[in-house]
């Protein structure tokens, strides 16, 4: 969280995160998660690389799936929330 306010006080016009979720426990992710929905609803652009593909998918207007240095598969997070292969290799379900 604390590396998330030093980057948002030089005002950028993009926030690059890069596995924020890493490491973190269940409750965190869900702050940072909701931190950065938040970051977001204010009109800021973030470009987000995360293996958490709930997480990830939850927050994304566009995702893609690499897979292999390639992208896989491409759309918007609720369309690929409900991609079958996505489900099954990623979501468990």
Sequence with gaps: MLAIARALMARP?????DEPSLGLAPKII????RTIAGIKARGM???LVEQNASVALRL???AYVF???EIRLQGTGKELMRHPDVSKAY???
């Design 13 to 17: 016009k993009l926030c690059i995160f």
């Design 30 to 33: 869900a702050d940072v998660e």
């Design 45 to 47: 652009t973030i470009l």
């Design 60 to 62: 994304a207007d566009r």
């Design 67 to 69: 897979e292999a240095g």
């Design 91 to 93: 979501l468990g379900f």
